[in-house]
């Protein structure tokens, strides 16, 4: 068992040492520190040896920046959150499924369409349950330039130009129904992998659903990522149909397995519950075979088998290889896993691929050398229903390591160790690749889920910490109702034995997986500049003023456009005269070049908020369908005259 | 000039005494924390001892609740935000103007349609500029019961219980426009203050902008508030008309001063911009004036008069005071302030007010007991164009302070201190209410608008902390692109110089102005029981059911109920068969008796997200206008087998 150091009885303290530590005071009275010792602010708060350990080490004095930065999932608030490590401070929410009008995301004319363009069936969505974020890669490594994020609810997913931290894409996929095995990128982000959870027919019609096994499918998504562009791309993107299992977390091989995608399953039972109709619960129907499968998919090839003629179908305008195809291309193969599986995780070198059992106390680690030679002599134990070939489980097996209950996700550190979170049990086990074995296990609170370490599934992972996704946080914090936060913990891996240093309450979403990047990867804009660009498309606004001489409305008939600036304190136009069902366009331009400089344009009433930084200009349409006197204001506090900085809407009746 | 001691050169130090500060390792290899000393660690990390002591004297280890929680608004998010202190850790989100799906708000039934009756004209809203919230107070002491917050964008005051962090209540004043004296308790809670800020026509009629004097106005409400109910009763609300200055934030008197409220204002010179029409914008326009005007008002009586026939006018169903009846009745009364002035707010004892002077170096401290004896002989110095008697600045003041550049706002401790924040110098400024001197002077980082002091509006102000509510950033965190966020700076007021100990970031919101209170005073539920409560009403909701055996599907022609139960790890119903056009209403109770045991209901393609803490009902309706098979599932991680926890709803064509 490994020795819990935190909880060490103060009596071993060496507390003459302790004592003697006396915090330099500038002398006399009044003075700075007063004298105030290490010991007397341990008795103070009741502060361990160890918690003066951890607070020094994640403390950040005022101006300091942290050396890492997560990216996590907000889940279903459907935000993206980004945290400085280790002092475990949340820096940003980026709106990317919800809208959020504090950063003005979803209220103005071109955030709007964003979101409209990716509902499916046309409805209006305003949230989204965002999972996995995948940073960009190039040849393995995250290079710190786009972020992409799933919505589980409606199968979507969502680019992020971290030039300036902000959603400029959404794409949705109708043949999915539901995604879970998104966001994962190849390892120089050709694709972004999406892989389907809930089996569903893939043209969206109704069938009964005692046809499950016939007519309802899994599939999984590959979105092809032009870079030049900072988007996806659509027309050279393409799916893979697969049969009616629960898909569940994916990952895309690198080095020697480059060129091949993984996706765990569970329910390859084929469960779909009905428990008032006699049938057993899906958590039951689902959990009954020792084994499910391991989907092991070529996807270079698949790339090159979607572009030839006759290989695909369109299936509500995607591009599908039906299963059958992908089958007799060479595409798709299954490997048993134990049991209702989690995670799959790729080791840094490629050579790996672990699988965190679940229901199984197990890591499964498969050897990628085997399968392959399996599939290329053809090295197989038979067919799925679906006559997709499976290859035997010892024959691709590498070995297998005792983890404890629970074991759902693993990623790795710079010393050849993977940390697999075990939820049941509530910890964290640390076990060596090299000698398959635990070294370590480390109690979180509680009932973890995910896990993160710094570029922890790149081919170069950075070490450090390990960061715990806690799912149930009951006696942690001060008590907020019964929705409690989520916690979030930082572990220090870089010491003999694992040490707590940090929980964090994640007051607002619920972070399901995270990425650590190198801070100094990322480097982000701090205003926009030349003044005039649009957020959404990284371009000059075609609507964008330079200076206060060009602002002006103009009157098309019904339609008004106002050209507004923005710059401390006061808009131009202040006024804006028009006459009731008019439709007037705002054009806004912030023409601060400042960074920090940002203003807001709050029209009440009419639901309006902008979020104005500095250069960008934003544009916002209203249908005055109502006489009056309507105030606008700036809502960001941007100066000493802030309530000063307003102006009126008139509209005559 | 303050001693920085936080930047004392690391020579001072006494190195060998922090040497010998080795914490006790447990010996041999891979211990604990390996003899990890404070000097090595506040050499690997660039610390201070200032650092140290800050590091110590915020740092929370797991488990441990802090001794104080702070509530904060979130700006243009539209939400409120709780912070534990000293820990600096954001606790949770509260939703209130704006629909946030982590947590459900706006997306069942219920929520959605208290956010509706608060729309003004009809139209949604989907954002609010929360500023000033309020905790509800006994005998002019916190208790810890309910919040109150206000939205300036649209003038409406929101109730959260804080039984369990929920909105139940969100009220809006047709009358204003706009507020942002807003939300001001009285000291039993008996009403809320909210003033109007941009001066509109009270009927919401349209005006050309140059009858400014004559049309347009300002205006107070008093909202009463019944405990008994936990709601605002608008029965028994009224409103006081008020010239078109710009009213700006509110205090109640309390003690001696109790039954009177107080407003400052600026733009006593009624500028309205015209920047495109010749005319100086508002930020100099409304500056040209030494003096602003204070407004005293007895709301007391007002309520009396408020409640006699033919003492106010019905303008949009609010009942109005007049503002000729409000003089007449001697309810209103103005005081001279220097100059375009911010806060105004009364001492602990409720016998002085404190006027920042924004545009003025000067705190301006006027003595309750001559402005009340001014008001009883009538001793006034003329009126303004509106007929309101003056009171003279000479005859109120108790004297002035200078603080320095851009005082905002004044909190108190426990000391007899106030605490200013000083916008344009970037500081707080510490002085005696005794003395009327400036003790001391510390920076922020950067330009601070509010602060808070814990409990330190109420008569028992606790003391020990200040918090600067920074506006600016720039340089203090890493870099998330041009959005900043905003800092929020815990300051240890207990130490014989003020110490800077905290920088939290606010990755989401704006926060204008917060109070701090005692954690003991709050006792929320961590649960809902028993089972079968709704969150808006708190009370059983009629669509509860109470073991699974009550699942069921009820269909009435073209309307089906559907009783679903959750419960780790299965809803039951877990099949919902339904035919296109049907209207559903899913009535969703969590069973669950276990603290933190939160399910979630997500819906995609029908936008709907629910959040069903243990033991709540929640009901939503969706029109299935189109045919297929659409998955639901369970969007909180609840359980091992939360993926399982899901349905199908199957829409026959």
Not at 65 to 74: I, L, N
Not at 138 to 157: M, P, S, V
Not at 366 to 394: H, L, M, R, T
Request: glycine share 10%; aromatic share 10%; net charge negative.
């Amino acid at each position: 068992m490994p020795r819990k150091s935190w909880t060490r009885p103060m009596g071993r303290l060496l507390t003459g040492a302790i004592a003697a530590a006396v915090l330099a005071g500038c002398g006399g009275s009044g003075g700075g520190t007063a004298g105030a010792s290490v010991q007397e602010l341990m008795q103070a708060r009741n502060l361990s040896e160890a918690d003066v350990v951890a607070a020094l080490k994640t403390y950040t004095p005022t101006g300091r920046t942290d050396p890492f930065v997560m990216f996590a999932s907000g889940g279903h608030s459907g935000q993206v959150i980004v945290i400085g490590i280790p002092s475990m401070r949340i820096l940003k929410y980026i709106g990317v499924f919800t809208p959020e009008p504090w950063q003005g995301y979803g209220f103005d004319d071109q955030t709007k369409a964003l979101m409209a363009s990716s509902s499916p069936r046309g409805k209006d969505l305003t949230w989204g349950d965002s999972h996995h974020p995948a940073l960009s890669e190039t040849n393995g490594d995250y290079d710190g330039q786009f972020l992409f994020i799933n919505d589980k609810a409606n199968a979507r997913i969502a680019v992020v130009s971290l030039k300036d931290f902000v959603t400029t894409q959404i794409v949705h996929s109708p043949i999915l129904g539901t995604d879970h095995g998104g966001s994962f990128v190849t390892p120089n982000t050709d694709y972004i992998i999406e892989g389907g959870q809930y089996p569903v027919p893939l043209d969206g019609s109704y069938q009964p659903i005692t046809d499950f096994d016939d007519k309802y499918r899994g599939a999984v998504m590959f979105w092809k990522f032009d870079r030049d562009n900072g988007a996806i791309d659509p027309s050279q993107s393409f799916a893979m149909e697969l049969p009616p299992y629960m898909q569940d977390l994916s990952d895309a091989g690198k080095l020697v397995s480059d060129g091949w995608a993984f996706i765990n399953s569970f329910d390859t039972e084929r469960s779909h519950g009905g428990d008032m109709e006699g049938q057993p619960p899906l958590e039951s129907g689902a959990s009954q075979n020792d084994m499910d499968y391991l989907h092991v998919i070529d996807w270079k090839k698949a790339a090159e088998v979607a572009a030839q003629a006759g290989k695909t179908r369109n299936v509500q305008g995607v591009r599908v290889i039906p299963l059958a195809t992908a089958v007799q291309e060479g595409l798709l193969y299954f490997v048993p896993e134990p049991k209702s599986p989690h995670g799959v995780d790729v080791t840094p070198d490629g050579r790996y691929l672990a699988v965190s059992g679940k229901l199984d106390t197990h890591e499964t680690v498969y050897d990628w050398s085997k399968i392959k030679a399996a599939i290329d002599v053809k090295n197989f134990e038979g067919n799925d229903p679906y006559g997709v070939p499976i290859i035997g489980f010892q024959t691709a097996l590498h070995g297998q390591v005792e983890l404890g209950l629970g074991p759902l996700h693993t990623q790795w550190d710079d010393q050849g160790n993977g940390y697999t979170s075990l939820f049941i049990e509530s910890k964290i086990a640390k076990w060596s690749l090299k000698d398959m074995k635990v070294l370590e296990k480390i109690p979180v609170h509680y009932n973890i889920g995910h896990l993160a370490t710094p570029e922890g599934d790149s081919e170069h992972p950075k070490g450090h910490y390990v960061v715990a996704l806690d799912k149930w946080s009951i006696d942690r914090f001060n008590n907020v109702g019964p929705l409690m936060p989520q916690n979030m913990q930082l572990i220090d891996t870089s010491t003999p034995q694992m040490q707590l240093l940090y929980d964090l309450p994640i007051g607002l979403g619920e972070p399901h997986y995270a990425q650590i990047i190198s801070a100094d990867k990322l480097n982000a804009a701090q205003m926009y500049s030349p003044v005039g660009e649009n957020q959404v498309t990284h371009q000059p606004d075609p609507h964008a003023i330079t200076s206060e001489d060009q602002a002006r409305v103009e009157r098309h008939g019904r339609v008004v456009d106002v050209y507004m600036t923005a710059v401390r304190s006061h808009f131009k136009p202040d006024r804006v005269d028009v006459t009731k069902g008019d439709t007037v366009h705002f054009h806004i331009t912030n023409l601060e070049q400042t960074p920090d400089a940002t203003h807001g344009f709050g029209l009440g009433e009419y639901d309006v908020n902008l979020s104005l930084e500095a250069g960008k200009t934003a544009n916002v349409t209203v249908v005055t369908d109502k006489a009056g006197v309507f105030p606008y204001y700036c809502t960001e506090f941007c100066s000493a005259l802030h309530l000063e900085m307003m102006g009126y809407m008139l509209v005559k009746g």
